[in-house]
């Protein structure tokens, strides 16, 4: 039985340096959710999938922000040209109904840390 | 605009007595409340949830209490353990969204 899984666990990039995130949801999940959380507040939604449509944008997440969800399974995110401030804790969940009675529960993964110097 | 509102940073419970954490929204829209338990270092864990047909969720330990006319909410640990220090988040989503938003988050303390 596996949770959300997400690679890597820490980036250390330079300002300007693209990066990409990978998560896998719990597999019978069809919902997939990306959030940020910096110190000191809780996690900010950016964007969702169900299946492999991405059907809601959070304004946080700039042009310069991208997700896909190929085939419905994995997803990942990428972040071009970073700056400072993309430094945070971001969070990979899924949501489904088998492990719960409503698509509400979200799983969270162990997060990937960025740090842009 | 902080829609979900945690105003306790922090607190401190003697173990094996009750704690109690507290939530406060503003969005009347919002139906369906969830507390999660987040460890350094590693993702929130989901613990327990209400619906807004609810007044009350138990299990276990862990009590959730809605108040809706007051638009507040409660998480109770009964009794609390030293296991239970971590950072407690309270969530919140409406009817039809699928985001979670979350307030800042309550440090709580267990001390032997």
């Known amino acids: 039985d596996t949770g959300v899984s997400q690679d890597p666990r820490h980036k250390i990039t330079k300002r300007g340096q693209n990066v990409t995130f990978r998560c896998d949801p719990i597999s019978e999940h069809n919902r997939l959710y990306w959030y940020r959380q910096t110190l000191g507040q809780g996690p900010e939604f950016l964007t969702y999938?169900?299946?492999?449509?991405?059907?809601?944008k959070s304004r946080l997440l700039s042009d310069r922000f991208s997700a896909e969800r190929p085939k419905g399974s994995f997803s990942t995110l990428e972040i071009q040209r970073t700056e400072q401030g993309d430094s945070a804790m971001y969070l990979c969940?899924?949501?489904?109904?088998?492990?719960?009675?409503?698509?509400?529960?979200?799983?969270f993964g162990p997060g990937t840390r960025l740090t842009v110097l | 605009d902080q829609q979900v509102k945690q105003n306790s940073p922090s607190l401190s419970v003697q173990e094996g007595r009750i704690s109690i954490l507290n939530c406060d929204y503003t969005?009347?829209?919002?139906?369906?409340f969830l507390w999660y338990k987040k460890y350094p270092a590693e993702g929130p864990t989901f613990l327990i949830s209400i619906s807004s047909i609810k007044d009350k969720n138990e299990d276990g330990r862990f009590t959730v209490f809605l108040n809706k006319s007051a638009k507040h909410l409660s998480l109770h640990i009964v009794p609390s353990q030293p296991g239970d220090s971590a950072v407690y988040f309270c969530a919140a989503s409406a009817w039809g969204a699928q985001k979670l938003v979350f307030g800042q988050g309550t440090r709580l303390t267990i001390n032997p």
């Open positions: 969005n009347s829209m919002f139906d369906y």
């Open positions: 999938f169900q299946n492999e449509a991405q059907l809601e």
């Open positions: 969940a899924s949501s489904g109904r088998t492990r719960s009675l409503s698509y509400n529960e979200q799983f």
